[in-house]
């Protein structure tokens, strides 16, 4: 089953090249979507993809690499929209 979502993470998420982190184990799973830098200093990060793939990126978004403090996430569910690859997009 197909599965779309998107993440708000808050944290220490940026400067310890948490976007590259998601963008690999994304590419590792097959799940589709972006993962960006917000102004607030806040990362955003759209899912997309086979449901149990989906699920187990949302635990990495929320683990992070090494040095990443995630303090909250918030998750909210998406319609699906075909993306066919996961980029890091730039403000």
């Not at 310890?16 to 590419?27: G, L, Q, W």
Request: charged share 35%.
């Amino acid at each position: 089953m197909k599965k779309s979502v998107r993440l708000y993470i808050n944290g220490t998420v940026q400067g310890v090249f948490y976007r590259m982190f998601i963008k690999d184990n994304a590419e590792k799973l097959n799940v589709k979507g972006f993962v960006r830098n917000l102004e607030d200093g806040r990362i955003e990060v759209f899912l997309e993809g086979d449901s149990e793939r989906v699920n187990q990126m949302i635990e990495l978004c929320k683990k992070g690499p090494r040095h990443s403090q995630i303090r909250d996430t918030q998750i909210k569910p998406e319609r699906f929209q075909d993306f066919r690859t996961f980029k890091v997009l730039h403000i």
